[in-house]
């Protein structure tokens, strides 16, 4: 039941007192990670059998414990989440001057991945119900925008060709990749999945990532678990998950002495020490992951009663990590936006706002972009929240 | 005193068992990592901190004792060398569609950083003094496969321009740095040294990487010193480094909340993690170059009287890691080298040859190419031979 929330208070003073009393009050990052199992024996034996580096059995460990976790036939464990992406794009297909589908809304590696695959990021908005790209709008902007040569759909202002869509599940819901996926192949599509900050999310029984050709997660510091710095494409393709492979090395032949190699390689594999780290963290990740749901718990006791906006819960169908709490403020309280932040940080409460638009960054000011009117309202208005998984026990 | 090595014996039959008894015996791997220092307790630091990611003090503190140690004003640690190769290639300019000159003796990854900045190698011999370029045969060689027009240099064939050099100090010894230094000012090209193998290794009193615009060291596990996977950048340039460190994040503006970036990022950091594996690392990088001089003067003693070959020793004027220990053998017997490594594998001692000249492999057959008959005939007879630093106490 909604009461209202006090008379003539700003929102800031409305929500700080909550926050300090009943949930975030960290007194550390927006997102810590938690190290509470076998991180210091793992990553000891490493050192004690000198196998730090990419050849060691915690990599071929990670990739199988996280293959099993997500469901996937393959996992690929890669040096961090935004080469991950790169490859993932290089592998699929994307070639350089081509086109690629991307949300306005994310973090700005799902944009960066696409140039350093030597393309364009195309932006489109997003769904205010998944805060991740709608399939059906996507499917009338690719109509409506594209026009089909053969084999290849190529966009009537450019007239460059569309070959992926990188659709990414924000803070962690996951938006709808089973339409994305129909859409993708319609259009004839590659299809990766941003996942970076979804692992432990699932539509309905499936997990993140799985829908398209390859999935991409992250395991930066700030994620549900952590490697230092690390990723991983995930994928049931048995070729592309060969060719990650390959092409995340130094594309060598295997041969017993010849350095001989068939393929510009990226060297993008991750070492053993950093996998050691994960083969630990994925050990504790449905412990993580319940943490973060039941820290959500404690949000909504804390604020769910608030008329000033409402935290950001999981869509009907899903299973959210909750990577990353939020707080919607209504409409007319964006102005007081950066106030709330500031009055957060002032007293010591690790918050953020969304990502600022990717369309409106310098980087990518030149990039086609669909009208992104919902991606522009959640960021005027969207508080990120602490997360730690340490903020519960 | 060389005497001749036996009647009617195969080269194997004579190197083998001198190798056995005298030196390289290490049942291992052909360069090992070796922590006798301090990487478990500034890993457990890590771990107990929570600071594994790229926000961190060791990375940091890596940095600074690397630049202290190898002279420079500036390092950027990096995740890998062959990341921390093409951040270097993109940040003193050299944009897709250039040719950058390169030895056609290397590891692949000096090729593939070139390609993956979407440039073009283009390769060059090397000296059969310094296993390196030559500054006198690159000039040469420049001045005839190039003509001026305007600011550049065109490649008279592809017509491409010619925007940096990337000489590279073959298994530690250093090349002629400044004479080439001295032909990228003349020519107007950007220098970037390809010192993955030779951090300890100094040309008079200079360590290698400082003589060209900016330099870069690798720390995979087959390395001098290992972060697990790692590499940096050092240079004197305090305008590039801070691009450097920019590009190597995700290029955001600093803001107390605001996620803005004003360039495409390449999220190259080093975790720290990874980084606190470097400062253990470097805190016995003296006594590990030592032991490496050390294992020379053990297989010169070992192998010193054979008339088959010779070993590799540092050239005057220089002092070397040895990162790799390398037997040249005699022309004549240069049809005897597969069975020699083949002889070795078998009897467990760990050699391999040099690297496939680069522009014979598949990936690089289309790319401009001098004639390259020194890296030909060192491919065709150089014996590497096994290079732990625990093969010396």
Known sequence: MKRPDGVGGSAADILIPRLHTGAGDSGGGLHEPLFAGNERKYVTECIETGYVSSVGSFVTRFEK??????????AVAIVNGT??????????GVKPGNEVIVPGLSFVATASAVVLAGAIPHFVDVSNKTWGIDSADLRAYLIASFRREGERFMNKETGRPLTAIVPMHTLGHPCDGEGIKAVAEEFGLAFVEDAAESLGSFSGVKHTGLAGNAGVFSFNGNKTITTGGGGAIVTDDAELAARLRHLSTTAKIPHRFEFDHDAVGYNYRMPNINAA????QLEQLPDLVERQRSLHRKYEEALGDLTIGNLRSESPGTTSNYWLQAFLLESELAPQRDDILNGCLDAGIPVRPLWKPLNTLTPYSQSPSAPTPVVADLYSRVICLPSSASLVS
């Open 277 to 280: 780290l994960g083969v630990a």
């Open 65 to 74: 414990a996280l293959a099993h976790y997500v469901g996937a036939s393959h």
């Open 83 to 92: 080469s991950a992406l790169h490859l993932a794009l290089v592998a699929v």
